[in-house]
């Protein structure tokens, strides 16, 4: 808080007042004049230490929030990212010549934990000669709940006759919540730094690939020459960077339609966008000692899920994920006081990542 906020409780306002008033005047508790004065203190209280102080924090991109923060992200030409519909194929058999319409919708069945998962088919299909076609589907609701596994997509909200069969043969991905405050404070510092360029670095093009919507970007120079340049992109789960996202980075960039958006460097020839190449790491946790009247092992190791994903945007820069830097998260998670071991993919080694490698949480077992 400023200086000059100081000395400015309800009780010290009141203090003060009290102290103005005539020496022939009753200033004790439960008298009229104080009676009369202490809502005035209390409503000068909460207007200097909360609205006042909320005034000051949201005049700065550090410490603004939400609706706030996006008016910053306004001064700096630069715009929060809404959440993200899942797309992937589904693989439909059935009678040939059965028309599906676009916008036909295929979903999961639903479980204990959660309703069926919709997805809309984007353009209409028609079943050929073979009795099989794949069709591009995005998810109806966006966020990670749209994200689901290979084989889990096998039904129809309406169902039709001459359809025999459903599923999706890889994993529907891309999914993303709304742009968090942290994520989104992040690419306005970029922009108020001085690593920003125009050339084509490094920064630019991990810049570049986020006001996409990538979650993170390894840049690969010169991978095939002179003049060639890789993006290996996750999304905002860290897990590869499906197609449409891809494609977005690509066009975000190179701009093929209209050459004056374009922010690739005339000098580079070529611009790849890849998947990442995810090393799967699986945490094992056993002799968990916690305070079982308030989580449960499952709720720790949900908790620390969320903890060691933010490292590895660190691990990934130095290319190896620290044993070190996984381990002590544990005691950051309410309730945890002791364990007996913590293994990465069985052992307490350090795990090592290749140039387009990046970290992805496999399995979480606390016991």
């Not at 709940?145 to 096998?154: H, P, W």
């Not at 459903?166 to 989104?184: A, C, W, Y």
């Not at 966008?273 to 002799?287: I, L, S, W």
């Not at 998260?329 to 309730?335: C, N």
Request: one cysteine or more; aromatic letters at 8%.
């Amino acid at each position: 808080m400023p200086d000059f906020m100081e000395g400015t409780s309800a009780d010290e306002i009141h203090r003060r007042m009290m102290a103005e008033l005539p020496d022939d005047i009753d200033d004790m508790p439960g008298g009229f004049p104080y009676d009369m004065t202490r809502p005035t203190a209390l409503e000068k209280a909460e207007l200097i230490n909360f609205h006042l102080a909320r005034a000051i924090m949201i005049a700065f991109p550090q410490s603004a929030w939400d609706e706030w923060l996006d008016l910053h992200g306004q001064q700096v030409h630069l715009t929060r990212h809404d959440a993200v519909h899942a797309t992937g194929t589904v693989t439909v058999t059935g009678s040939a010549g059965t028309v599906l319409a676009a916008g036909t919708v295929f979903c999961t069945t639903a479980t204990d934990d959660g309703p069926s998962i919709e997805f809309r088919s984007n353009e209409a299909a028609t079943i050929p000669d073979t009795g099989s076609i794949d069709i591009e589907v995005t998810a109806v609701e966006a966020g990670t709940g749209s994200n689901v596994k290979a084989d889990t997509v096998i039904l129809m909200l309406k169902p039709i006759n001459n359809i025999t069969a459903i599923t999706n043969k890889e994993s529907i991905t891309g999914g993303t919540e709304r742009e968090s405050n942290d994520d989104f404070y992040d690419r306005i510092a970029v922009e108020y730094s001085n690593s920003m360029t125009y050339l084509g670095n490094d920064t630019d093009y991990k810049r570049w690939a986020k006001e996409a919507g990538a979650g993170d970007c390894i840049v690969d120079p010169a991978w095939k020459g002179p003049g060639t340049v890789r993006l290996v992109l996750v999304d905002g789960n860290g897990q590869p960077a499906n197609k449409e996202l891809l494609d977005a980075v690509f066009n975000h960039i190179v701009s093929p339609d209209d050459r004056a958006a374009r922010l690739l460097p005339t000098g580079c020839a070529e611009l790849t966008c890849a998947a990442a190449t995810t090393v799967k790491v699986d945490y094992t946790c056993t002799g968990l000692i916690y305070d079982s009247e308030h989580t449960t092992a499952e709720e720790i190791a949900s908790q620390f899920g969320e903890l060691v994903k933010a490292l590895y945007g660190e691990a990934k820069a130095n290319n190896v994920l620290r044993y070190n830097d996984v381990r002590p998260l544990l005691a950051d998670i309410p309730g945890v006081t002791d364990f007996s071991t913590f293994l990465m993919n069985g052992s307490m080694n350090n795990i090592t990542l290749a140039n387009i490698e990046y970290p992805a949480t496999g399995t979480v077992k606390f016991s």
